[in-house]
């Protein structure tokens, strides 16, 4: 059957959105396709906000069939954090039968070349981004952040990070010419002349692990960095989290067959309820790439026991912002609320310790104590969240029961400065949603310190107070150093203060923020622009995106023919 999809009008249709990207790398200024704005879609293709609804509930209760080889059984379960039981089916594999058939597909795939392969990423990339309304609502159901959140993370910010590590892909592959003429001088002799060919190779066949909170956010740049680099990509979603992967690889085996190449280079592996199936599937001979993002038990394990595997983990790790003085002490306490308050803490960039000295801050509005700025902050968090309405709209739900359990233990570790409470969701009566807990703690202490110096996933922060700014920067840097920081935040009118953060930062390889007041937020990043982790602490061995990333997804192989 002929392809739908020919080279020359990927190429048209594409290029210039490829070429645009490995600017937007090149220079880390700000630049996306992929419109934030609900409105912004429903024209060329695309979904808007009525038939996006629509498709999702369409999905609802039926068996989502991708036509995968091995298929022995269908399996499901997924109840929306919201309380809606999903009902979409799943087809199970017998791995023995679907390995084999991904790999099968991998030559024509490899002999494509890196442009090529890119172009039919991007476009994969569009069709999803033509579903993003359908999306939103998959990764709302599944993950449990709020409409607006799910949309523009779960859309176009996680399309962001997917063409971002296409552009990697594609400039690493290119990085080394097709073919080169060599010749060597040999005096009076005649010179030795030797044809060589470069050709980027796959490494086999890439395992995606998939998580509960943010599938395709964290999903796509794993995926598309092993799919762009020549690698047949077995996805693994969480079992809580199955909605938006299966659409992706349901998107991405449509677009694969209209190119001319083999569907079953993009496959899932669901599983039955307490099957787990990553640990096995890890440590076959033909996974030869590991995307995954969770916990640190797990990503440990696969570091230690994947040893067949190029792995790739996103991990934990407490986040930390120093508070030392602000020129914007209202503008201060708003962008921390704010960044305590999204998505209920549930992100691996949300803030868990606040350092704050004894002895008070400087700011604008006079000094402040210790017990001020503690008392302020949580007085901005409730303001934030008085109203029911916005509140349900940043907090989103109460992802796991787990969560949920840590938010109420948290009370118990220390003086309680801001209390959780919980809030009812018009639309959704099942759903559990609870503001933030602030618990007030003395860093000094070790019974205190065996709280702020372990991960607490969720809405809990610990406001720690420490002897001295210069006590401050020392705790950043041993937490880094032993727990590891995804982000980390810091407010001073200081100079010095200020390049103590930085010189700590840049010793233990942690991404910061300074002085953040407006808009922008910790516990943001944007694609093509903000590294997301750094790989060199332990909250992450990997960052998204840069070379690193995708270099390893791909060797180099040559043939060289005397001339």
């Known amino acids: 059957m002929a392809a739908a999809l020919t080279a020359d009008q990927l190429i048209a249709q594409h290029r210039p959105t490829l070429d645009q990207a490995l600017e937007a790398i090149r220079t880390r200024a700000y630049w996306s396709p992929h419109p934030e704005h609900p409105k912004a879609y429903g024209e060329h293709g695309s979904l808007d906000a009525a038939a996006g609804k629509a498709a999702f509930d369409a999905l609802l209760g039926t068996r989502l069939d991708l036509d995968q080889p091995g298929t022995d059984d269908w399996v499901g379960g997924e109840v929306s954090p919201y309380g809606v039981e999903l009902g979409v089916t799943y087809p199970h594999a ?23 392969r890119a172009l039919v990423c991007v476009e994969i990339l569009k069709r999803i981004s033509d579903r993003t309304h359908e999306f939103a609502h998959a990764v709302m159901h599944t993950s449990g952040q709020a409409f607006m959140m799910a949309f523009q993370a779960g859309g176009p910010h996680a399309q962001d990070r997917g063409l971002e590590a296409v552009a990697y892909a594609y400039a690493e592959q290119v990085r080394t010419p097709g073919t080169a003429e060599w010749t060597k001088p040999q005096g009076k002799r005649d010179p030795l002349a030797l044809t060589k060919e470069f050709t980027p190779v796959p490494r086999g ?108 983990t996103e991990k934990a790790g407490v986040n930390t912002v120093v508070v030392e003085s602000t020129g914007d002490y209202k503008g201060m306490l708003s962008n921390l609320a704010f960044s305590l308050s999204l998505y209920s803490g549930q992100m691996c960039t949300t803030p868990q310790n606040l350092l704050i000295p004894r002895g008070g ?105 420490v002897d001295s700014a210069a006590d401050a920067v020392e705790l950043l840097r041993r937490t880094i150093r032993e727990k590891g920081a995804m982000t980390v935040g810091a407010y001073t009118t200081d100079p010095e203060v200020e390049q103590a953060v930085a010189e700590v930062c840049l010793d233990e390889a942690a991404q910061l923020s300074l002085n953040l007041t407006g808009g922008v937020y910790v516990n943001q990043t944007a694609a093509f622009s903000d590294f997301h982790g750094s790989g060199g602490n332990p909250a992450a061995n990997s960052a998204l995106c840069d070379g690193a990333f995708v270099a390893n997804r791909f060797r180099v192989v040559e043939v060289r023919r005397e001339a």
């Open 94 to 116: 017998d791995v023995d039968v679907l390995l084999p058939a991904m790999r099968a597909g991998q030559r024509a795939w490899r002999d494509a070349g890196p442009e090529l």
């Open 205 to 312: 066949v890439a395992l995606l692990i998939g998580c509960n909170t943010f599938p395709t956010w964290n999903g796509y740049p794993g995926l598309f960095a092993s799919l762009a680099t020549g690698n047949a990509v077995l996805v693994k979603p969480h079992p809580r989290a199955v909605l938006p992967l299966a659409l992706t690889v349901q998107a991405a085996r449509q677009v694969l067959t209209e190119a001319g190449f083999d569907p079953n280079l993009v496959a899932l592996a669901a599983e039955r309820g307490g099957e787990g199936i990553a640990k096995t599937l890890a440590v076959r001979p033909e996974i030869r790439i590991i995307d995954y993002t969770g916990s640190t038990a797990f990503g440990d394990w696969l570091e230690a026991n994947a040893r067949q595997a190029q792995v790739y």
């Open 361 to 465: 801050v400087a700011t604008d509005d006079g000094h402040k104590s210790y017990d001020e700025v503690v008392a302020d902050l949580a007085r901005a968090v409730d303001g934030l969240l008085g109203d029911d309405a916005r509140a349900n709209a940043l907090l989103g739900a109460i992802v796991n029961p787990d969560v949920k359990a840590r938010l109420e233990a948290a009370a118990g570790l220390g003086e309680v400065a801001l209390a959780s409470r919980e809030i009812a969701h018009p639309d959704f009566p099942d759903a559990v949603v609870r503001t933030p807990v602030i618990v007030k703690l003395d860093g000094a202490k070790p019974d205190a310190e065996a709280a702020y110096m372990s991960e607490c996933f969720g809405p809990v922060s610990f406001a720690v107070a």
